[in-house]
């Protein structure tokens, strides 16, 4: 963190405090100076203890909970004691240690990575807000500013990282608009960094420039537009007026707490090892955080609600379920986090695992083993990860396989389907998940996306899948469908009616039809898997009637246990609403028309 840390505390009390020694000195004069050399001696415990916890966090597991809950606690307060510390200090500090402000910036940094991380590891999206207000207070009182006085390459290079942190917590706050001017601030200090110093890592700040670029554009399916003409940026996170409304039952008991998310789809844009696919899921899998942090400070914040305050951390109630996410990760990499968070539910907990990836699939005619002979998705390959040695380079998810070591077949989550499991797959091959068998007695419900989309809208499949797209914001791939790109907000309001009133009429459905599966009653009870199973109904009601969609199997969506055709998927009120919607966005075109329907 500092250079100066490991030096003795008498060599950091800079010039003045030397230049007094050569004089004689009366006894006030002698206290003040063993005064400030204690406070100097102290920052530099504090701030070399902080060191030393902070590069420990990164030898922890990533799985489980209280492996960690207390290393983060004791982090947690050596970095709040450190930050007040340098704040009560500061004119001491600045006289006889020399305190500059990048170093200032330095704390605030690892206090806002400290909360971001935290973030990571329990979901919940206010610790978010804290790591937000650090780095906005980082950015406002200029930290950084003289990071390219000092020839020292490497402080720059803490500047572009804190840039590109600050990014994605941005991103994850739906704050766009000064994700767009942190992004252009990013492009100048690495240009500034570049022409000065001409490093060796360039290129590699080009990359990270282009993927948050491409990041951004990918993301904007749809413009809601103001009265002004000027964008609107909406969050799709959980929040009591999106929720579709469910008549209770005691069957209803699971509870969604743990979530793992995979991305590994090879040619979709990612930025911060979170694919687009991921980066929708993680959204819609959270409630709509509180904004009582979310601020641009003019001043240095304090240090806010420590998850460890109260009584807080291990057994705490969360307001989101816990998730793991994994950018193609290896399939013993995919299994360990899968067994932790298995191993974590409690008694009425269900798990939710999403997948997004290439397809792998199987060479053999006739399978005999469902479970394996069907191919499954591909996780990652030699080129991603030094496990498959032994396997063949795939390069294209059209070669087929017949064993490759790092596809995730259906039989190797038949042992999870021990407690409940909540399995969403998003690929061109998702339909081989569909033999997963229900064999432990558990509630199992199996979502798999279109195996193909139609050639119209194959150019923009590195902007995400079209089935995510659905779960994530159902009005956005309505849209994306219809060719709208611009729309006012209005007309969004308007049209979110249509879609809040499917929403409730296939809740409804779901739970007074005769023919649905336990398995959809019992995860109808938790608010998230509510929302994504009438979703996901949404998104099969209006492919059926779209007319580049309806007459090719391949491109609809299916799900395991199958729902109702003509109680739900056919059913003429849900029909009715599409249409009631392409007719409000005048698109009525692009679907069949009734008497097709019939």
């Known amino acids: 963190m500092l250079s100066s840390v490991n030096a003795p505390a008498e060599d950091l009390l800079g010039p003045a405090h030397h230049a007094s020694n050569l004089g004689g000195t009366d006894m006030t004069s002698h206290i003040v100076d063993e005064s400030e050399r204690k406070v100097v001696a102290e920052f530099c415990h504090l701030l070399e203890k902080s060191k030393q916890l902070f590069n420990g966090l990164r030898d922890l597991p990533q799985y489980g909970h209280k492996q960690w809950q207390g290393y983060f606690g004791?982090?947690?307060?050596?970095?709040?004691?450190?930050?007040?510390?340098?704040?009560?200090?500061?004119?001491?500090?600045?006289?006889?240690?020399?305190?500059?402000?990048?170093?200032?910036?330095?704390?605030?940094?690892?206090?806002?990575?400290?909360y971001y991380h935290y973030y990571l590891r329990t979901s919940e999206t206010n610790y978010l807000n804290e790591a937000f207000s650090f780095y906005a207070a980082i950015r406002g009182r200029a930290y950084y500013s003289r990071a390219g006085r000092e020839d020292r390459p490497d402080l720059m290079v803490k500047k572009l990282r804190f840039y590109a942190r600050f990014i994605v917590v941005c991103l994850l706050l739906k704050k766009m608009k000064l994700v767009r001017d942190l992004v252009r601030e990013l492009a100048k200090h690495i240009d500034e960094y570049t022409a000065t110093y001409e490093p060796d890592d360039q290129l590699e700040w080009s990359l990270v420039l282009?993927?948050?670029?491409?990041?951004?554009?990918?993301?904007?399916?749809?413009?809601?537009?103001?009265?002004?003409?000027?964008?609107?940026?909406?969050?799709?996170?959980?929040?009591?007026?999106?929720?579709?409304?469910?008549?209770?039952?005691?069957?209803?008991?699971?509870?969604?707490?743990?979530?793992?998310?995979?991305?590994?789809?090879?040619?979709?844009?990612?930025?911060?090892?979170?694919?687009?696919?991921?980066?929708?899921?993680?959204?819609?899998?959270?409630?709509?955080?509180?904004?009582?942090?979310?601020?641009?400070?003019?001043?240095?914040?304090?240090?806010?609600?420590?998850?460890?305050?109260?009584?807080?951390?291990?057994?705490?109630?969360?307001?989101?379920?816990?998730?793991?996410?994994?950018?193609?990760?290896?399939?013993?990499?995919?299994?360990?986090?899968?067994?932790?968070?298995?191993?974590?539910l409690p008694s009425n907990g269900a798990l939710l695992l999403f997948i997004s990836g290439d397809g792998c699939f199987s060479t053999k005619p006739s399978p005999v083993d469902r479970s394996y002979d069907l191919g499954g998705v591909l996780l990652s390959t030699k080129k991603d990860s030094s496990e498959s040695i032994i396997t063949p380079l795939v390069s294209s998810k059209q070669i087929l396989h017949t064993c490759e070591s790092n596809c995730l077949h259906p039989g190797d989550l038949q042992p999870f389907t021990r407690r409940p499991l909540f399995l969403i797959v998003d690929s061109d091959n998702s339909v081989a998940f569909g033999s997963l068998q229900r064999i432990f007695d558990q509630p199992l419900i199996v979502l798999m996306s279109p195996q193909e989309i139609p050639t119209a809208f194959q150019d923009d499949r590195h902007k995400g899948s079209l089935y995510s797209l659905f779960l994530h914001s159902p009005l956005s791939g309505f849209a994306f469908i219809t060719n709208i790109v611009d729309i006012p907000i209005h007309l969004w309001d308007k049209c979110q009616a249509y879609v809040d009133r499917f929403m409730t009429e296939a809740s409804r459905l779901v739970t007074r039809s005769r023919g649905v599966?336990?398995?959809?009653?019992?995860?109808?009870?938790?608010?998230?898997?509510?929302?994504?199973?009438?979703?996901?109904?949404?998104?099969?009601?209006?492919?059926?009637?779209?007319?580049?969609?309806?007459?090719?199997?391949?491109?609809?969506?299916?799900?395991?246990?199958?729902?109702?055709?003509?109680?739900?998927?056919?059913?003429?009120?849900?029909?009715?609403?599409?249409?009631?919607?392409?007719?409000?966005?005048?698109?009525?075109?692009?679907?069949?028309?009734?008497?097709?329907?019939?």
């Not at 989101?320 to 191993?343: C, D, E, W």
Request: net charge negative.
């Open 74 to 114: 004791r982090t947690f307060d050596i970095y709040t004691k450190l930050w007040k510390f340098q704040q009560q200090h500061r004119a001491i500090l600045d006289a006889r240690y020399g305190l500059k402000r990048w170093q200032i910036g330095e704390v605030a940094s690892k206090i806002g990575q400290l």
């Open 517 to 598: 599966d336990t398995s959809y009653l019992n995860f109808m009870g938790d608010d998230f898997m509510r929302l994504i199973l009438c979703r996901h109904i949404f998104s099969c009601v209006v492919l059926r009637i779209h007319r580049n969609f309806r007459s090719r199997n391949k491109c609809l969506p299916t799900s395991n246990p199958t729902l109702p055709e003509l109680d739900i998927l056919e059913n003429p009120t849900l029909q009715r609403y599409a249409l009631d919607l392409a007719l409000q966005l005048d698109v009525r075109h692009h679907f069949t028309e009734c008497g097709e329907i019939d």
């Open 210 to 344: 282009g993927e948050i670029k491409g990041f951004i554009e990918a993301d904007t399916v749809v413009n809601v537009l103001d009265s002004d003409s000027n964008s609107i940026v909406l969050s799709h996170r959980l929040n009591p007026l999106i929720t579709p409304p469910v008549e209770k039952s005691p069957i209803m008991s699971l509870s969604l707490q743990e979530v793992v998310l995979v991305g590994s789809q090879s040619d979709q844009v990612k930025f911060s090892e979170l694919t687009l696919d991921m980066f929708r899921m993680l959204q819609t899998l959270e409630r709509e955080p509180q904004e009582e942090f979310a601020q641009i400070y003019d001043t240095s914040p304090a240090p806010g609600r420590s998850p460890f305050e109260n009584g807080g951390g291990i057994g705490m109630k969360r307001e989101n379920p816990h998730k793991y996410l994994l950018y193609k990760p290896t399939v013993s990499q995919f299994l360990i986090f899968m067994a932790s968070g298995h191993r974590e």
